[in-house]
Antibody, heavy 118, light 106 residues
Framework: DVELVQSGAEVKRPGESLRISCTGS????????IGWVRQMPGKGLEWMGI????????KYNPSFQGRVSMSTDKSSNTAYLQWGRLQASDTAMYYC???????????WGQGTLVAVSS | DIQMTQSPSTLSASVGDSVTITCRAS??????LAWYQQKPGQAPRLLIY???GLQNGVPSRFVGSGSGTEYTLTITSLQPDDVATYYC?????????FGQGTKVDI
């Protein structure tokens, strides 16, 4: 069965760096794009971008470009979402998702809660 | 960016009712639209792809339709398990965009 397992909740201070992960299993990891979606507290879903494990091609939402970076490690079937300097406004739940056919998310991780507070 | 506008924002109906959620796009696209269900405290779940394709394992009471700039998700016989927020998402062009969500209550 296809499964995406995300890393655990994080509590950070403003200005700190962070990397969260999403590990895929049950399918050929390098054949599918992996994407990230933000959900701020009580709000809707926001598409952050997608990255392809095969060649590291990445499509960012301009709203997030420069604030986060996406990467993958084919050896461990893991995708990463990384911040260089967190802000309080980065407090949110972050979901990873497998992209079917380069089109839509057919499987989702369970989410990683990131809380940024001084 | 393609803007996606969902309506209504919330709706309340009875078990067995047929309910319809509408998603309007700011520009025409060729049915490159998905619908997701998100229950409280859970990750989203894919229901419909390419406007009307039913994802494996999704009950047939979920029906997607539409074309051009207007798309709908109909739940033909609302069940207690359908209490959730529903989102449309276009994947015609980057950045992909979601509607703001429709909360469905019983």
């Amino acid at each position: 069965d296809v499964e995406l397992v995300q890393s655990g909740a994080e509590v950070k201070r403003p200005g700190e760096s962070l990397r969260i992960s999403c590990t895929g299993s049950g399918y050929s990891f390098t054949n599918y794009w992996i994407g990230w979606v933000r959900q701020m507290p009580g709000k809707g879903l926001e598409w952050m971008g997608i990255t392809h494990p095969h060649d590291s091609d990445t499509k960012y939402n301009p709203s997030f470009q420069g604030r986060v970076s996406m990467s993958t490690d084919k050896s461990s079937n893991t995708a990463y979402l990384q911040w260089g300097r967190l802000q309080a406004s980065d407090t949110a739940m972050y979901y990873c998702g497998r992209v079917y056919g380069g089109n839509y998310f057919d499987y989702w991780g369970q989410g990683t809660l990131v809380a940024v507070s001084s | 960016d393609i803007q996606m506008t969902q309506s209504p924002s919330t709706l309340s109906a009875s078990v067995g009712d047929s309910v319809t959620i509408t998603c309007r796009a700011s520009q025409i696209f060729n049915n490159w639209l998905a619908w997701y269900q998100q229950k409280p405290g859970q990750a989203p779940r894919l229901l419909i792809y390419k406007a009307s394709g039913l994802q494996n394992g999704v009950p047939s009471r979920f029906v997607g339709s539409g074309s051009g700039t207007e798309y709908t998700l109909t739940i033909t016989s609302l069940q207690p398990d359908d209490v959730a927020t529903y989102y449309c998402q276009q994947y015609k062009s980057y950045p992909w965009t979601f509607g703001q969500g429709t909360k469905v209550d019983i």
